[in-house]
């Protein structure tokens, strides 16, 4: 594997000049949304951000001022988010107030339409739930990509590693130990924590024709990033074959459980390591 070392996210994750870009999975997808706005609003680049699951308020106030969409057609939304870009400022929009200070986010279908309207240059979706928890399985309906995604980031956090696959340290425990047809409360090696993100990732190849990264956070420090670069491995030799996914009826057969790159990262001290997989 080739590596190359960024101090900024976007760079990481190989951004072309605009993108719609959906990070999902878990272990810090929130901060890697207000990371990723931050850096390329900072760089002059237009920047909505949103969730088209549901997110905290307070979450998506840090990015930019936060327009609920209730009601409105596209055409509205854009002039709507078209004003707070023109201050230079990154945007964020959610459907709805909900409960408990949350948002509701956009459907997939809309934010498909959002983007194809051409008012940003980015487009950053936060895709699925995870309540915290640094591994999970999609459940059903997850995650929530929309079509017309163009990169989307599959994020586990490395301190899962040594956690049992039960409710409260892995979200969906008990898929995630069917899926990967083990038994409830194992622990989570460096084995298991590929083989879960290599399942998700060939769930999403049956899904998405979008370019597919891994990024492996909370690669703190030298062991961080020993930890990091050994799942990493494990990615890199995952195999293609038949993967049993949770909700049954929708088989991935020969779907590829490779990253088209995987990205280990330490979003609190803003090193990320970029690694090229062998075709």
């Known amino acids: 594997m080739q590596a190359i070392v960024f101090d900024k996210l976007a760079g990481a994750l190989g951004l072309d000049a605009g993108e719609l870009?959906?990070?999902?999975?878990?272990?810090?997808k929130t901060t890697a949304v207000q990371q990723l706005a931050g850096e390329l609003s900072?760089?002059?680049?237009?920047?909505?951000?949103?969730?088209?699951?549901?997110m905290f308020l307070s979450q998506l106030s840090a990015i930019g001022p936060v327009h609920m969409a209730t009601g409105e057609?596209?055409?509205?939304?854009?002039?709507?988010?078209?004003?707070?870009?023109?201050?230079?400022?990154?945007?964020?929009?959610?459907?709805?107030?909900?409960?408990?200070?949350?948002?509701?986010?956009?459907?997939?279908?809309?934010?498909?339409?959002?983007?194809?309207?051409?008012?940003?240059?980015?487009?950053?979706?936060?895709?699925?739930?995870?309540?915290?928890l640094p591994f999970k399985a999609f459940g059903p309906h997850e995650p929530q990509v929309p079509a017309a995604a163009t990169t989307v980031v599959?994020?586990?956090?490395?301190?899962?590693?040594?956690?049992?696959?039960?409710?409260?340290?892995?979200?969906?425990?008990?898929?995630?130990?069917?899926?990967?047809?083990?038994?409830?409360?194992?622990?989570?090696?460096?084995?298991?924590?590929a083989d879960g993100l290599s399942?998700?990732?060939?769930?999403?190849?049956?899904?998405?024709r979008a370019r597919i990264v891994a990024m492996l956070n909370k690669a703190d420090g030298v062991s961080g990033q020993a930890s990091g670069m050994a799942v990493a491995e494990l990615l890199e030799r995952a195999a293609?074959?038949?993967?049993?996914?949770?909700?049954?009826?929708?088989?991935?057969?020969?779907?590829?459980?490779?990253?088209?790159?995987?990205v280990v990262a330490s979003l609190r001290e803003k090193r990320f390591t970029r690694l090229a997989m062998e075709p």
């Open 154 to 193: 599959v994020m586990a956090g490395l301190d899962a590693l040594g956690v049992t696959i039960s409710e409260g340290q892995v979200h969906r425990a008990h898929l995630l130990a069917s899926l990967l047809d083990i038994p409830l409360g194992s622990v989570v090696t460096a084995r298991v924590l």
């Open 42 to 54: 900072a760089g002059g680049k237009r920047v909505v951000a949103t969730t088209s699951t549901a």
């Open 21 to 28: 870009v959906s990070i999902v999975g878990a272990g810090g």
């Open 240 to 262: 293609s074959g038949p993967r049993r996914l949770p909700d049954g009826p929708h088989e991935a057969a020969g779907a590829d459980g490779r990253a088209d790159s995987v």
């Open 199 to 208: 399942a998700q990732i060939a769930q999403l190849r049956g899904t998405t």
């Open 73 to 132: 057609g596209t055409s509205e939304l854009v002039a709507h988010l078209e004003d707070v870009l023109a201050t230079g400022r990154a945007a964020a929009v959610a459907e709805s107030l909900g409960d408990a200070g949350k948002v509701a986010g956009l459907s997939a279908a809309r934010l498909s339409e959002l983007w194809s309207a051409g008012l940003a240059d980015f487009l950053i979706v936060e895709a699925d739930g995870s309540r915290g």
